[in-house]
C-alpha cells in the first residue's frame, strides 16, 4: 500500500512539474501565432515618408513582408524548441536572446504589413508546429548541430531577405530599412552560433532545409 501511494504521489509531482514547463511554452507558442509581438527598438525606417506605391505595389511588398513574417514565425518556433532540448545554460540563454530580437522583426514585419493594407499568413499555426517539432529534433541531436542548424538557417534567412530587397520597389525605403536591420540581425545571431562550436551541416540537409523554405515562401505569398 505505501509503494503503491509513493508510486501515485511520484505520478503526480512528475505531471505537475511537466505543466510547469509545458504551460509557458504554450503561452509562447499562442503568442507568437495570435498576440501582437512587442519591440524593444523603435522600427527602422519609422521616420521615413511613406513611398507613392501602386495598388500591386502594395500587394507585392505585403505578401514579400508576409513571407519574412512567416520566417519570423519559423524562427520562434525553431529557437523554442531548441532551447527546450538544449541541455547547456549557455546555449539555452543564446537561443532565448536570438528569439527575442526575431519578436522584434515580427513585429516589425506586422506593422509593415498593416500600413500596406495586407494581412498575414493563415497557416502560420502549420508553420509554428512544423517548426517547433524541426527543433526539438534538431536540439536532441546535441548542442553543436543544434547550433549547426541554427547557423545555417540564419544564413538561408539573409540570402532571402537580401533578394527580397532587390524585389521591392526602388521608391519603397520603409520596407527596405526593415529588411536591412533584419538581415543584419540574423548575420550576427549566425556567427554567435558560429562561435558557440555549431557544426556544418552536411549538404543534404542544407538542401532539404532549402527546399522546406521554398515551399513555405511560395505559399506564403498568397496565403
Given at each position: 500500500?505505501?509503494?503503491?501511494?509513493?508510486?501515485?504521489?511520484?505520478?503526480?509531482d512528475?505531471?505537475?512539474?511537466?505543466?510547469?514547463?509545458?504551460?509557458?511554452?504554450?503561452?509562447?507558442?499562442?503568442?507568437?501565432?495570435?498576440?501582437?509581438?512587442p519591440?524593444?527598438?523603435?522600427?527602422?525606417?519609422?521616420?521615413?515618408?511613406?513611398?507613392?506605391?501602386?495598388?500591386?505595389?502594395?500587394r507585392?511588398?505585403?505578401?514579400?513582408?508576409?513571407?519574412?513574417?512567416?520566417?519570423?514565425?519559423?524562427?520562434?518556433?525553431?529557437?523554442?524548441?531548441?532551447?527546450?532540448?538544449?541541455?547547456?545554460?549557455?546555449?539555452?540563454?543564446?537561443?532565448?536572446?536570438?528569439?527575442?530580437?526575431?519578436?522584434?522583426?515580427l513585429?516589425?514585419?506586422?506593422?509593415?504589413?498593416?500600413?500596406?493594407?495586407?494581412?498575414?499568413?493563415?497557416?502560420?499555426?502549420l508553420?509554428?508546429?512544423?517548426?517547433?517539432?524541426?527543433?526539438?529534433?534538431?536540439?536532441?541531436?546535441?548542442?553543436?548541430?543544434?547550433?549547426?542548424?541554427?547557423?545555417?538557417?540564419?544564413?538561408?534567412?539573409?540570402?532571402?531577405?537580401?533578394?527580397?530587397?532587390?524585389?521591392?520597389?526602388?521608391?519603397d525605403?520603409?520596407?527596405?530599412?526593415?529588411?536591412?536591420?533584419?538581415?543584419?540581425?540574423?548575420?550576427?545571431?549566425?556567427?554567435?552560433?558560429?562561435?558557440?562550436?555549431?557544426?556544418?551541416?552536411?549538404?543534404?540537409?542544407?538542401?532539404?532545409?532549402?527546399?522546406?523554405?521554398?515551399?513555405?515562401?511560395?505559399?506564403?505569398?498568397?496565403?
Open positions: 500500500m505505501h509503494c503503491a501511494l509513493a508510486s501515485i504521489r511520484w505520478s503526480i512528475f505531471i505537475m512539474a511537466m505543466l510547469d514547463m509545458l504551460i509557458p511554452e504554450f503561452d509562447k507558442a499562442l503568442r507568437a501565432v495570435f498576440a501582437s509581438a519591440t524593444r527598438r523603435r522600427m527602422p525606417g519609422a521616420d521615413l515618408p511613406e513611398a507613392e506605391l501602386s495598388t500591386e505595389e502594395k507585392h511588398v505585403a505578401a514579400l513582408m508576409r513571407i519574412n513574417h512567416c520566417g519570423e514565425i519559423c524562427a520562434q518556433a525553431l529557437y523554442q524548441g531548441q532551447a527546450m532540448a538544449s541541455l547547456d545554460p549557455a546555449v539555452r540563454r543564446e537561443l532565448d536572446h536570438a528569439a527575442r530580437e526575431e519578436t522584434e522583426h513585429n516589425w514585419t506586422e506593422t509593415r504589413i498593416a500600413e500596406l493594407g495586407g494581412r498575414k499568413s493563415l497557416l502560420n499555426p508553420w509554428y508546429g512544423g517548426s517547433l517539432a524541426i527543433g526539438v529534433i534538431a536540439g536532441k541531436c546535441g548542442d553543436a548541430w543544434s547550433l549547426g542548424f541554427l547557423a545555417e538557417t540564419e544564413r538561408q534567412v539573409e540570402g532571402h531577405l537580401e533578394g527580397h530587397k532587390a524585389r521591392l520597389p526602388a521608391q525605403r520603409k520596407s527596405w530599412e526593415i529588411l536591412e536591420q533584419m538581415k543584419q540581425d540574423e548575420t550576427r545571431h549566425a556567427d554567435t552560433a558560429a562561435g558557440y562550436g555549431a557544426r556544418e551541416l552536411p549538404p543534404p540537409v542544407k538542401a532539404a532545409m532549402k527546399l522546406s523554405s521554398r515551399v513555405m515562401t511560395r505559399l506564403s505569398y498568397w496565403i
